[in-house]
């Protein structure tokens, strides 16, 4: 089993920031590519961005220029700092390893972390 352990989450004012975790234990974390996804109420979830196992990087244009994803291959953690957030960022966070369509590839994913953004 891969444990997905997202937090970090909090409400937070308009333009504030925030720092995302998500650790995974268990497996060989450094060979997959990982990423950030959010689901907001009454909407699908979706991936805002991504890492692959090199360390290359793309986002949704949503948070394009905002948000950054990063990881650590020794802690098993992959993070996601949050600058400059908006109302319509309000949602809850999840990782997983994106496949190459962005579906998630851990058939389990995690509780995520609250985010919300007041305005």
């Known amino acids: 089993q891969v444990q997905l352990v997202e937090s970090g989450g909090g409400l937070v004012q308009a333009g504030g920031s925030l720092r995302l975790s998500c650790v995974v234990p268990?497996?060989?974390?450094?060979?997959?590519?990982m990423g950030w996804y959010r689901q907001a109420p009454g909407k699908q979830r979706e991936l805002v961005a991504r890492?692959?196992?090199?360390?290359?990087?793309n986002y949704a244009d949503s948070v394009k220029g905002r948000f950054t994803i990063s990881r650590d291959n020794v802690k098993n953690t992959v993070y996601l700092q949050m600058n400059s957030l908006k109302p319509e960022d309000t949602a809850v966070y999840y990782c997983?390893?994106?496949?190459?369509?962005?579906?998630?590839?851990?058939?389990?994913w995690g509780q995520g972390t609250q985010v919300t953004v007041s305005s």
């Open positions: 997983n390893s994106p496949t190459p369509s962005g579906e998630g590839f851990f058939i389990s």
């Open positions: 268990g497996t060989i974390f450094s060979i997959y590519a």
């Open positions: 890492i692959t196992s090199g360390g290359s990087t």
